[in-house]
């Protein structure tokens, strides 16, 4: 077998990627990786070739998933803070440690710091502890520095995050990263600095040269974009981006580039290369030297994971491919996959790697036809000098490649597509490297003598506002992006399995072949599940904070928005949580958006869901006090050509089949005016053959006496809790009327008399099953049309055995 690393590597990685993806008991894949290895085994004594190669991987395969699985459930045990001094009962709490990373706001309303935990002062009592936690500190009256001792007093509670299927997992990138907890702390005076110099002397060293770096580039460059751009290229200092140059740049596919990673890294290994060419005419010298200069680059721009990752990736590979005596880039990327992996099992969830890795997998399985292409190049356009057309062709080509051939994991995890990326790369990767060479010669110069440092800085600039100049552009184009809808998981395991099929040295034929008979397989699985799935109604309440989202999914596979959540100044829940839920399920339309009122924590998210997603209509309350508020949203909907329906008490929404949506309220009273908002949400029952749930908005005692009067009418099986749960709109005599089997909280604990537990103990007595979405994450309850079943996206560590 050929490249006996790459196939092992493929196998081992593929265990721990299938790992992430199904549930599959960890007994079950020590007992299977324990059987085919010794098969395997037994078939090398008895010289069966093929089968012992196919036992081998196979092992390989269920090995990896099995050390995923063990590496996940030790990163998620929690550490002495978060097991000992956490709760819903938010009590102030003294932290004594030192400050390990400091990332100030951009305005200086608000700093934010990772602490390493000793001490604490808890009650009135003294305990040492240890534990990291990620502090927020409003209104500080003090700059912090890395290595600081402090005193920290504040209110300490578990980090959540927002746990929802499709969507990004902040919760667990955090726990990963060893941050179990956080920590608000308000105004001067909360934090004290009692010392410095906890830092280690390298770590003092690199913010020394941090900072000397940032004041050199700061005192070269004019103006302020330009500054922070060649900052963030050259230091990953990213915090004086505008957020209208980001979005260029995101809108044109070349995020990556101020995003430091392995393109930065590769860049910086090419410029150094080309640099020392003339002077070091021996490759394996020159290579080592780029190496060293690579690994000080990840040193000073702070030596962040993705950076350090990328710097590890790129030096197994060049050392296994340098050492090696057929100069294999495969089985060089092999090894150093193995390595990252061996290291940090679950990194292979992490959206970094992923989008590096398959990068240079790219490369390196299209590597051929570099070659073919430099030479075409070369014929059709003799005027440039050959080291410079051959650099540019490959760096124009491999931009090409990656751009087209990434498309499908990007759109699954950002569900963002540049079409302009072909040509705004082209464009912007050979100025991002000018301006990182004449970045690096500004710092060099600068350390020296600063005056002179300035004529760099002034090419670095110029340099710079090209980039700017052609991402703007290229924004400007109509469609220079799309969100696009994830693809299935088996599009990409396709993608996959045609690169493997790239370097597989088989003949032409039999690669077409076993690519038909894959995508046959692939696409005959996926329709017969499609077809087998059972109809069933499903309900998908949102884990959204304190707010509201519910999604609605009937058999006939209609589907309605009922609530858009929150929208602040530095968060949209349609742009951050609704509309990736719904791009994950492959869902670009929603065939009705139903407002309950208009209260911000129902409707934030729904400008953002109705520019981007195609509504079939939107249903508000047919009050007039509330479609005044509603204002805004009736401009866009016009704007947009969405149908706007208003609806009272005893409408019905649907009604075909066994699937039936009544509308319940508000009361006819609440025309009147004389309601408050939260009395006006619209209320429905859901009926899908023997089985019903009632959504209840924000409706509080008012709205509930009028619900009362209808009586046995009520009952349903499941019952979203009025207005989060709160004591404001609990009704004893309501709840027995419905007569739940399950209540849904849609809420979290924001302040101590909101306590969550306190909420959920008022219906569990009344009610078989309580749950909240702060606990548990996304609430899924599906109905066959006989009875619900109850899933969620939280699920706490269990034992493995």
């Known amino acids: 077998m050929r490249r006996p690393l790459v196939w092992f590597a493929v196998a081992l990685v593929g ?28 078939s090398i004594i008895l010289k069966k070739r093929l089968p012992a190669t196919g036992l081998v991987l196979m092992s390989s395969f269920f090995l990896g998933a099995s050390i995923y699985l063990l590496d996940a459930y030790v990163s998620e045990i929690p550490d002495s803070l978060a097991q000992h001094y956490t709760g819903d009962a938010q009590r102030p709490v003294k932290l004594f440690g030192a400050v390990a990373k400091v990332n100030p706001a951009a305005e200086g309303e608000r700093i934010g710091f990772t602490l390493d935990a000793e001490a604490i002062e808890w009650n009135g009592a003294y305990a040492p502890t240890e534990g990291r936690t990620q502090v927020n500190w409003h209104e500080p009256d003090l700059s912090l520095q890395p290595g600081d001792s402090v005193e920290v007093t504040g209110t300490l509670r578990d980090l959540k995050g927002y ?12 726990h990963r990263r060893g941050i179990f907890t956080r920590m608000s702390v308000q105004g001067p005076g909360s934090v004290t600095v009692r010392g410095s110099g906890a830092l280690s002397w390298l770590a003092s060293l690199q913010q020394a040269i941090r900072s000397r770096g940032l004041e050199v580039l700061s005192r070269s460059t004019r103006t302020k974009d330009a500054r922070a751009f060649v900052s963030a290229l050259v230091l990953g200092e990213r915090t004086s981006l505008s957020d209208e140059m980001e979005d260029w740049f995101k809108r044109t596919g070349t995020f990556h580039i101020i995003a430091i990673s392995g393109m930065n890294v590769g860049l910086v290994y090419l410029i150094v290369s080309l640099a020392l060419t003339p002077l070091l005419p021996r490759t394996r010298l020159r290579v080592a030297v780029s190496i060293l200069v690579v690994w000080l680059y990840a040193f000073i721009t702070g030596g962040d994971v993705p950076v350090v990752r990328a710097s590890l990736m790129l030096t197994l590979v060049l050392t296994g491919y340098y050492l090696s005596r057929e100069g294999d880039f495969l089985t060089a990327i092999a090894f150093a996959t193995l390595v990252v992996v061996g290291l940090d099992p679950v990194v292979i969830e992490d959206i970094g790697f992923q989008l590096s890795f398959f990068a240079v997998v790219l490369l390196a399985t299209f590597e051929p036809f570099f070659e073919w292409w430099n030479s075409f190049v070369q014929q059709k356009v003799k005027r440039i000098p050959r080291p410079i057309a051959r650099e540019l062709s490959l760096t124009l080509f491999a931009s090409f490649l990656v751009g087209v051939g990434m498309s499908p994991l990007v759109a699954y995890h950002f569900n963002l597509v540049s079409l302009v990326f072909p040509i705004a790369n082209m464009i912007v990767i050979p100025l991002a490297s000018l301006v990182l060479a004449a970045g690096f010669a500004c710092l060099i110069v600068g350390f020296i003598w600063l005056k002179a440092a300035v004529v760099f800085g002034l090419v670095a600039e110029a340099f710079s506002w090209m980039i700017f100049a052609t991402v703007k552009l290229c924004s400007m184009v109509p469609m220079n992006s799309v969100h696009a809808c994830s693809p299935p998981l088996w599009v990409l395991g396709l993608e996959m399995a045609a690169i493997v099929l790239v370097w597989w040295r088989i003949s032409r034929g039999r690669k077409l072949a076993v ?4 995508s046959v397989l692939m696409l005959t699985t996926a329709f017969v599940d499609n077809r087998l799935e059972r109809p069933i109604l499903r309900a998908t309440f949102l884990d959204i904070g304190d707010a509201d989202s519910c999604f609605l999914e009937f058999p006939n596979g209609d589907t309605m928005l009922v609530d858009a959540g929150f929208s602040t100044r530095g968060f949209d829940c349609g742009e951050m949580v609704i509309a990736p839920f719904l791009w994950k399920k492959g869902l670009k339309r929603v065939d009705t958006l139903l407002l309950t009122h208009p209260d911000n924590d129902h409707t934030g998210g729904a400008p953002f869901l109705m520019n981007n997603l195609k509504i079939g209509r939107l249903v508000l309350a047919d009050i007039s006090q509330t479609m005044a508020e509603f204002s805004d949203i009736l401009v866009l909907a016009d704007e947009r050509r969405v149908s706007v329906h208003t609806v009272r008490a005893g409408a019905v929404l649907q009604d075909e089949k066994d699937i039936r949506v009544e509308v319940l309220g508000p009361p006819p009273e609440a025309a009147n005016g004389r309601f408050r908002s939260n009395d006006t949400s619209i209320v429905l029952r859901i009926v899908y053959g023997q089985t019903s749930m009632l959504l209840t908005g924000d409706a509080e005692r008012k709205a509930l006496r009028f619900l009362c009067g209808l009586g046995p009418d009520l009952g349903s099986h499941v019952l979203k809790a009025p207005h989060h749960g709160l004591v404001s ?5 309501f709840v027995e009327f419905v007569q739940p089997e399950f209540v849904v ?6 302040r101590e008399r909101w306590n969550m537990r306190e ?3 008022r219906y569990a007595s009344m ?7 702060q606990y548990e994450g996304a609430v899924i309850l599906e109905s066959d049309g006989h009875s619900f079943r109850l899933k969620t996206a939280r699920r706490e560590p269990s034992p493995l055995l």
Do not use: H
Not at 163 to 174: A, I, L, S, V
Not at 745 to 750: A, E, F, K
């Open 759 to 761: 909420r959920l103990s």
């Open 729 to 733: 709109s609990f009704s004893k005599k």
């Open 767 to 773: 009610c078989d099953v309580a749950v909240s979405t």
């Open 163 to 174: 746990k929802n299927p499709g969507t990004f997992d902040y919760e667990r990138y955090m």
């Open 515 to 518: 690519f038909a008979a894959l």
């Open 15 to 42: 265990g721990a990627a299938c790992a992430t993806i199904f549930e599959v008991p960890f007994r079950f894949l020590i007992a299977a990786f324990v059987c085919t290895w010794l098969l395997g085994v037994l």
């Open 745 to 750: 909280i849609s809420g979290r604990t924001q």
